[in-house]
């Protein structure tokens, strides 16, 4: 099953279950396509609409770090812009 997302393709790879310690398994094909390995750190970030937590994803922190890196460099570079045009 495929559904169109904001940004790329969006599908349903698995279906898992939570046991009672609130944990789930990923499986292993979806592990080795993501090159997820045990220990990896992961952030879960959860997507709300109205009010409500509707969808889970799960990002690297290495590729969230680096995102977060890329963003506030860009927020530095736009003001650094900023600041010398009103010095000029």
Known sequence: MNQNCREG??????LVSIDDRGQMVLPKEVR???GI???D?????TWEKE?????????PVK???EGI???LNSI?????IKTKKETD
């Open 9 to 14: 393709t969006c599908k349903i790879d698995a």
């Open 32 to 34: 080795e396509q993501l």
């Open 76 to 80: 530095i570079v736009t003001e650094q």
């Open 69 to 71: 890196k890329s963003f």
């Open 41 to 45: 750190k992961m952030a879960l970030v």
């Open 37 to 39: 390995k045990a220990g």
């Open 51 to 59: 009010g409500r937590a509707c969808c889970l994803t799960l990002i």
């Open 63 to 65: 590729e969230l770090a």
